[in-house]
């Protein structure tokens, strides 16, 4: 594993523990070369995931990057870093198991989607109005509307 600091290619592990999840093993490693200390993960593979962007072009599914969208959605919201890597984990999980190697971008979004308003009103609309590209207060308005539905309470506090 190379350092992220020096650029050493040798590297130590010093402790290796699961998740909480079980859904990887956290390694704590130190350079051999500038004694620096890192921490990796690792996890299981099903299979190489290509993902289909509506331009047509095809790139490789990457969970950081997914991670990183999803962070930005809950930014400054009460979730639980725990919650938001289950959620990832868990459509990480299904577009694994889906048997297609490749998934569409929309896929991804629908699923993400669908996990944010089950964690969190607000970080649901957030990611929506960027998902969906909105550019009008109406497009907020169709949205929480669709929130405000028959079942949903949630949204008094917004």
Not at 113 to 124: F, P, Q, R
Request: with cysteine; charged share 35%.
């Amino acid at each position: 594993m190379r350092c992220p600091f020096c650029g050493g290619e040798e590297t130590q592990v010093k402790d290796s523990r699961p998740t909480e999840d079980n859904t990887a093993i956290r390694r704590r490693r130190v350079c051999n070369t500038c004694a620096g200390r890192f921490t990796t993960f690792e996890r299981i593979q099903l299979r190489e995931l290509l993902v289909l962007k509506r331009s047509g072009r095809r790139m490789p599914f990457d969970r950081e990057k997914l991670m990183r969208s999803v962070q930005i959605a809950v930014r400054k919201r009460p979730v639980e870093p725990e919650q938001i890597e289950r959620m990832v984990s868990g459509i990480v999980r299904q577009l694994e198991s889906s048997g297609e190697n490749e998934i569409t971008a929309e896929t991804i979004g629908n699923h993400v989607m669908e996990g944010l308003k089950v964690i969190d009103d607000v970080a649901y609309v957030r990611f929506a109005s960027v998902y969906k590209n909105f550019r009008e207060a109406k497009d907020f308005e169709a949205l929480l509307d669709e929130l405000s539905g028959p079942d949903s309470a949630a949204l008094d506090d917004l």
